[in-house]
């Protein structure tokens, strides 16, 4: 069982970048990592995936400012958030999964983005 802590959240304005961070406690060489965010009053929703094989997918609403990355030495993926708009307020949080799509993690605490008008 993995135990994920996300970091690097904070306030920024529109326009601005943000790097998030999951830092893993153990391997995931072999497992798809996912990002998925909450906004007050809203589902949790999907945001961006990789696979272990370094393929992508991201939600339409952040396609082409979102970009997910893995380094797999540091047992570590990233979400890099560029353009940043208020509505990608929200909690972001990370979760791993088996290649058959089991999550192999729980929901951590997450880590706040706020980006103001």
């Known amino acids: 069982q993995v135990q994920l802590v996300e970091s690097g959240g904070g306030l920024v304005q529109a326009g601005g970048s943000l790097r998030l961070s999951c830092a893993a406690s153990g391997s995931i060489i072999s497992n798809n990592m996912g990002w998925y965010r909450q906004a007050p009053g809203k589902q949790r929703e999907f945001v961006a995936h990789?696979?272990?094989?370094?393929?992508?997918n991201y939600a339409d609403s952040v396609k082409g400012r979102f970009t997910i990355s893995r380094d797999n030495a540091k047992d570590t993926v990233y979400l890099q958030m560029n353009s940043l708009k208020p509505e990608d307020t929200a909690v972001y949080y990370c979760?791993?999964?088996?290649?058959?799509?089991?999550?192999?993690?729980?929901w951590g605490q997450g880590t706040q983005v706020t980006v103001s008008s």
């Open positions: 979760r791993t999964f088996a290649t058959s799509g089991v999550a192999l993690s729980n």
């Open positions: 990789i696979t272990s094989g370094g393929s992508t």
